[in-house]
């Protein structure tokens, strides 16, 4: 018998047949049945659907007008998929119940509103992709306007270059607050637009028609109502305020709905916070072109805050140009980034 540490292929033709052992035989598993490929199936025949909502890794997915249920494919790693994506799919494209189709890629996105989780961290998440419009539903009263969290989402829908629209709801409870907003934001390109439970829609619609629209506030401002009665069918849930001023969460998923003249809106889950640690003082400055020419001279780095003192903005722009009341309004939405209360 072979002795320990043998291991030579002469030794082996030394063995009779009867001296053989099945110790006597080393064989390496092969732990994978098939060699690993970074080539990727390029699925030159996926077919575009529109992600309508999303619910613990299922995506709910509009194709060629049949709604699709999809997962995503493993190709796709770690991306994330949002409500508003444009995503191309393979497989069961059928719609039929208990059909699943994969998404293996998503379409090139623009107006991606995206929200930190706080102003002390970065890390931030897409909210929804696609969108041409952000509108801040706001009632007037019942709960109070919260100016703070409104300009809060201006800044993410500028960041975005997304246009911004602000919608206050209520108005027939205190129709005098109307102008003060107004006044508030005049130095803004905001469009400011009324609603009330019983009067028509008719500029809020004309508003939306054909556009990529999604509605953001606070619980209890009225997302959802509006909703029902833009899309009739929608189906959103709603509940009254509460009696400390504050509206419950009813709207707990994001989902977006065709709207029967043309275009979409996607209706959001209320939040009482928006972080914007994600958000520069240079991109918040793209939503003020005359501003950005000037601040082309300020020194690198420049936060463009008075403080600094060499600021190409306050150089230019003294209290009599016409710019001035731009650049105040600019100012006091760099300063909502740096706010620790987002409920003001």
């Known amino acids: 018998m072979p002795g320990p540490g043998w291991n030579d292929d002469a030794d082996l033709d030394d063995l009779d047949d009867e001296e053989w052992d099945e110790d006597d ?79 293996v890629r998503l379409v090139e996105r623009h107006g991606e509103l995206r929200r930190s989780a706080d102003d002390e961290t970065s890390n931030e998440r897409v909210v929804v992709a696609n969108v041409d419009q ?29 246009h911004p629209v602000l919608c206050l709801t209520k108005h027939d409870l205190a129709p005098e607050l109307v102008a003060e907003v107004r006044a508030y934001y005049s130095q803004l390109d905001l469009t400011i637009v009324t609603t009330e439970p019983d009067a028509p829609l008719d500029e809020l619609t004309a508003l ?14 009225g997302k ?33 709905f065709a709207l029967p003249g043309g275009g979409w809106v996607i209706d959001t889950p209320g939040v009482r916070s928006f972080g914007l640690a994600h958000v520069t003082a240079d991109s918040i400055l793209k939503a003020f072109p005359e501003l950005e020419a000037v601040a082309q001279d300020c020194p690198r780095g420049c936060t463009h805050t008075p403080e600094i003192g060499d600021c190409a903005l306050d150089a230019a722009i003294g209290p009599e140009d016409p710019r001035a009341g731009r650049l105040a309004s600019f100012r006091r939405v760099l300063s909502s980034i740096n706010e620790a209360d987002t409920k003001n």
């Open 208 to 221: 939306l028609r054909d556009k990529e629209n999604v509605f953001f506030g606070h619980s209890g401002v």
């Open 134 to 162: 952000l509108v801040v539903v706001a009632s007037l009263v019942d709960p109070p306007l919260r100016y703070g969290f409104v300009d809060r989402c201006l800044v993410a829908a500028y960041d975005a270059a997304v």
């Open 224 to 256: 959802s109502t509006l909703v029902n009665r833009l899309v009739p069918g929608a189906g959103r849930a709603v509940s009254e305020v509460r009696s400390i001023g504050k509206g419950s969460h009813t709207s707990t998923s994001t989902v977006s």
């Open 25 to 103: 035989v080393r064989v390496r598993a092969n732990r994978r049945s098939r060699p690993r490929t970074k080539i990727r199936p390029k699925h030159e025949h996926a077919v575009e659907g529109f992600v309508t909502a999303v619910d613990r890794g299922r995506y709910t997915c509009l194709v060629e007008g049949v709604v699709v249920t999809a997962m995503k494919a493993r190709e796709m790693g770690k991306a994330s998929i949002v409500v508003g994506d444009r995503a191309m799919l393979v497989g069961d494209l059928t719609g039929g119940p208990g059909t699943l189709a994969r998404i």
